[in-house]
């Protein structure tokens, strides 16, 4: 399925008057992973109160330790720090990643952003070297925007 095909589903998603955030956030989730072959892990993080830390929110995939992750840790905690998209296509040749599962090959960060803050992100674990292309990118920062519109 084409990453563009997914943008309806995704505004139905979040257009949805009687689901709560968080279930709106799971079922983006599942979309994405259940209709994009590469997607192994779909989640999203959130800054934790005031502390330089993210606390992880809805997700499918396998369980994580990775509930809490300090600023600058790992490639979501740099995305926190840097409110830049990270496109990792190969974990192994990154130096500060924080490993959660020994199948993951690649990931790719996008932060969501609230009033210009940056406030979370979707993260996702591909099982796939260098599968995320621009338009995996194009299509997460979309996404990224309307899920900033519910919080």
């Not at 084409?2 to 279930?23: F, Y």
């Not at 993080?45 to 929110?57: H, Q, T």
């Not at 926190?80 to 990154?94: G, H, L, M, Y």
Request: glycine fraction near 6%; hydrophobic fraction near 40%.
């Amino acid at each position: 399925m084409l990453l563009q095909d997914l943008k309806p589903e995704v505004e139905k998603i979040i257009n949805q008057p009687d689901t709560d955030k968080d279930s709106k956030l799971k079922l983006i989730c599942e979309v994405l992973e259940r209709n994009v072959d590469y997607y192994n892990w779909v989640g999203f993080y959130f800054k934790n109160g005031d502390k330089n830390e993210l606390k992880l929110g809805p997700y499918v995939g396998e369980p994580t330790d990775h509930t809490i992750i300090p600023f600058g840790k790992g490639i979501c905690g740099q995305v926190a720090e840097s409110n830049a998209n990270f496109v990792v296509p190969d974990v192994k040749a990154q130096d500060n990643y924080i490993a959660c599962s020994i199948t993951v090959k690649a990931e790719i960060v996008i932060p969501i952003f609230v009033n210009g803050e940056n406030i979370g992100q979707i993260d996702i674990d591909s099982n796939t070297i260098n599968p995320f292309t621009k338009e995996d990118e194009d299509f997460l920062e979309f996404v990224c925007a309307q899920v900033a519109t519910i919080l």
